[in-house]
């Protein structure tokens, strides 16, 4: 049974870091990807970053790029999502997703078959 746990989310000050961490146990997705998105209230689930283990590769989205940074090892599949210089527009839910997206599905939801169960960010003064 494949699970995403996903770990970090916390309430942190306006121009904070944060380090979201998560970890698959029963597949470790080297052949596919591994993603962050997030959902912000009353707002659809938008994709942040993917690792494609299976090139090497690593994409952020526009958004967020300056800013948060994505990482992981293939071996424990495990990924990462360093954040800084967080404001009020970054908090949401924060989901891991795995699966083995084709590259045009890589930023979309229905790239991937497995999700973690959310880790909430609130930046707040």
């Known amino acids: 049974q494949v699970q995403l746990v996903e770990s970090g989310g916390g309430i942190v000050l306006p121009g904070s870091s944060l380090r979201l961490s998560c970890v698959a146990s029963?597949?470790?997705?080297?052949?596919?990807?591994m993603a962050w998105f997030r959902q912000a209230p009353g707002k659809e689930r938008e994709w942040i970053a993917t690792?494609?283990?299976?090139?090497?590769?690593?994409y952020l989205a526009d958004s967020v790029k300056g800013r948060f940074s994505v990482s992981g090892d293939k071996r424990m599949g495990a990924i990462y999502l360093q954040m800084n210089s967080l404001d009020a527009d970054d908090t949401a839910v924060y989901y891991c997703a795995a699966g083995r997206p084709i590259l045009s599905s890589i930023a979309t939801v229905r790239g991937y078959g497995y999700w973690g169960q959310g880790t909430q960010v609130t930046v707040s003064s």
């Open positions: 029963g597949d470790n997705f080297g052949g596919g990807a």
């Open positions: 690792i494609r283990w299976s090139v090497g590769r690593t």
